[in-house]
C-alpha cells in the first residue's frame, strides 16, 4: 500500500510505502520541502525506514524483531513537539508505525512537526525492536536513538508494550512512551514519559 501528498504551491511532498511479504514487513516515511522556512530556496529532507523480520534469538528469550533508521537533512529536532507528542502518541509515527497507510496522514503530519526544516542542521538514527518471550512475545520494545548536529543533541525514543499472558491476546496491557533528551549546549536533560491505551 501507499500514500503521497502533493503541495506543488508550497514545495511540500510527502509519502508513504508499506510493503508485507509474508512475515516480513517494511515501512517508509519521507517527507521533502524545495522552500526554506523563510521562503528561500533550498531543500530538505526527513526518511524513516523500518523493516520487522521474523523473531531471530538473541538468547535469555530476547528476540530481534525490527531494524531501521532515521535520515533528516537540512532538518532539526523541536524538542516541545517531540515532548508534546510523546503525550499524544506522536512516537507511534516515527517508531515502526503500524497500519502506515491508514495512518498516513497522521504520520506525516507527526514527522513534519517533530523535525521540522531548519538549514545546516541533521539528523540521524537508527532504531530496532526487540521482544522477549518464549512463542508468542510478552514484552516488545521499540527503542531509537537520534543525534542531531551541528547543534549536538542525543534523543533516546523509546516504545515498550507488555501484554499478559502475550501481546496477541492481553488480558492486562500496559504501553509506555518514553523521550529522554540530551542537550549539552544548553546543560539540559529531560525525560519525557506517559502511559497511553492500557488497560
Avoid at 42 to 58: A, D, N, R, T, Y
Avoid at 79 to 103: C, E, H, M, W, Y
Wanted: no cysteine.
Amino acid at each position: 500500500g501507499g500514500y503521497i501528498y502533493l503541495d506543488v504551491d508550497k514545495g511540500e511532498y510527502a509519502g508513504v510505502l508499506q510493503i508485507k511479504f509474508t512475515s516480513i514487513g517494511l515501512t517508509v516515511v519521507g517527507l521533502l520541502t524545495t522552500r526554506m522556512p523563510d521562503g528561500s530556496e533550498g531543500f530538505s529532507l526527513v526518511l524513516i525506514i523500518s523493516l520487522e523480520l521474523p523473531p531471530i534469538q538473541l538468547g535469555y528469550g530476547f528476540t530481534l524483531n525490527g531494524a531501521g533508521g532515521l535520515l533528516g537533512v537540512n532538518r532539526t529536532l523541536n524538542v516541545p513537539a517531540l515532548q508534546d507528542g510523546v503525550r499524544r502518541g506522536a512516537l507511534d509515527s516515527i517508531l515502526f508505525p503500524k497500519n502506515a497507510v491508514t495512518n498516513a496522514h497522521q504520520i506525516i503530519a507527526d514527522v513534519g512537526a517533530i523535525f521540522p526544516p531548519a538549514q545546516g542542521q541533521f539528523v540521524i538514527g537508527p532504531m530496532i525492536k526487540l521482544g522477549w518471550g518464549t512463542g508468542t512475545p510478552m514484552i516488545t520494545a521499540s527503542i531509537g536513538i537520534v543525534i542531531e548536529f551541528p547543534r549536538f543533541t542525543i534523543s533516546l525514543l523509546g516504545l515498550i508494550e507488555i501484554g499478559l499472558p502475550a501481546l496477541a491476546a492481553p488480558v492486562i496491557y500496559l504501553k509506555l512512551a518514553v523521550a529522554g533528551i540530551f542537550d549539552p549546549g544548553r546543560g539540559e536533560l529531560s525525560i519525557d514519559a506517559t502511559l497511553e491505551g492500557s488497560y
